[in-house]
């Protein structure tokens, strides 16, 4: 469906953006679709489609700060050898 604003389908940008995301360049992406679909659209218009509908990092899935680590040691004997090991857990979450 084209609305006012759009002058390619939804469609036709899906399938560019797929091209593309495939491994195709901007401008093989132009002649594919050019080609195929006999959609004309420059390889700038290609570039905008994918800034437009890239991928956003939600803004909630944010790396907080931690203030405090609770961290535990332990050697161990490997072979003939001693090592430490040392493991850092989270408190609140409990994720090392």
Same mark, same amino acid.
């Given at each position: 469906?084209? $609305?006012? &604003?759009? @002058?390619? =389908? =939804?469609?036709?940008?899906?399938?560019?953006?797929?091209?593309? +995301?495939? /491994?195709? $360049?901007? @401008?093989? %992406? %132009?002649?594919?679709? *050019?080609?195929?679909?006999? %959609?004309? &659209?420059?390889?700038? $218009?290609?570039?905008?489609?994918?800034?437009? +509908?890239?991928?956003? @990092?939600? *803004?909630?899935?944010?790396?907080?700060?931690? $203030?405090?680590?609770?961290?535990?040691?332990?050697?161990?004997? %490997?072979?003939?050898?001693?090592?430490?090991?040392?493991?850092?857990?989270?408190?609140?979450? /409990?994720? *090392?």
């Amino acid at each position: 469906m084209i $609305s006012k &604003r759009n @002058r390619t =389908s =939804s469609e036709h940008i899906g399938y560019g953006l797929y091209l593309y +995301f495939l /491994g195709l $360049s901007l @401008r093989n %992406v %132009v002649k594919a679709l *050019s080609y195929l679909l006999t %959609v004309k &659209r420059s390889h700038v $218009s290609i570039w905008k489609w994918i800034q437009k +509908f890239h991928y956003q @990092r939600k *803004s909630s899935t944010k790396k907080k700060q931690v $203030s405090e680590y609770i961290v535990d040691e332990t050697m161990l004997k %490997v072979g003939s050898e001693f090592i430490w090991l040392w493991i850092a857990i989270e408190p609140e979450t /409990g994720k *090392s």
